[in-house]
């Protein structure tokens, strides 16, 4: 399967362009089986009030336009924005197929303090869904950083993570090793969608399961990039790496 990551800077002036601007990004990537915007990217980060006028509902309008895109291009569609809901916003991510079928959503569990605290009610649950034959986790910027939400995937039987964030400076740990030692320990592939805007440090990646780069963008910008995950590979690396089989759970 071929990965594209679409690592966007700006975003959409109003509602009425969403769907237009997401499907520059998806004809720059037209052999990707699956396309992958940043965190919020339908909305950008930074900007509360821009947050909230661009806040969409799950089941609305624009995002049933989205899935309409997605089986025009036959591709499977991964975005991040803000979703309008009776209880509040929330930092979501949706998942169509190519067939413009809804895989998946979620909402980020570990919101940042502060500013996300502030806008933002917190998701309660994981979510993973299945395409093209592997099992995919879900994760959005800041839940990468505590090791057990990958490993609670990974333990349901992910074969690779999908991470959209926004990544700021000072945090380039981050994407030179946080995403692939979470690949190395968990055994999964891992593809991370940062953004690009002059607050964001970019170096979107897709990861092996031997920590090892696939594809990686260097800096921050917009940019695009690719990557192939495989099955057989990853298998292929399980046999003789099985950390979570050989975990002692009778001690942790």
């Known amino acids: ?115 996300e605290t502030a806008l933002f009610q917190t998701g309660e649950s994981f979510a993973s869904f299945a395409l093209g034959g592997l099992r995919f986790g879900l994760l959005i910027c800041y839940d990468l950083d505590f090791p057990e939400s990958v490993r609670a995937l990974a333990l349901k039987g992910m074969d690779c993570l999908l991470c959209l964030s926004a990544t700021t400076p000072g945090y380039d740990v981050v994407p030179r090793h946080v995403v692939p030692a979470r690949a190395y320990e968990n055994g999964c592939f891992v593809a991370f969608a940062n953004r690009g805007d002059s607050g964001c440090i970019g170096q979107s990646r897709i990861v092996g399961p031997d920590g090892g780069i696939i594809a990686s963008l260097p800096g921050s910008g917009a940019a695009l990039l690719m990557g192939e995950i495989s099955l057989t590979a990853l298998e292929q690396w399980r046999l003789g790496h099985a950390y979570l089989a050989e975990r002692r759970t009778d001690l942790y």
């Open 1 to 115: 399967m071929n990965i594209g990551i679409a690592q966007i800077t700006g975003t959409p002036a109003r509602e009425s362009e969403i769907v237009d601007w997401v499907r520059e990004s998806m004809d720059a990537l037209p052999d990707a089986d699956m396309i992958m915007l940043p965190e919020l990217a339908l909305c950008g980060y930074d900007d509360p009030h821009r947050v909230r006028s661009l806040a969409l509902e799950r089941e609305g309008p624009v995002l049933g336009k989205l899935a309409q895109l997605a089986a025009e291009k036959e591709q499977a569609l991964v975005f991040g924005y803000a979703e309008r809901d009776p209880a509040g916003l929330y930092n979501s991510l949706q998942v169509i197929d190519g067939q413009g079928r809804v895989r998946a959503d979620y909402r980020k569990i570990h919101l940042w303090s502060g500013y």
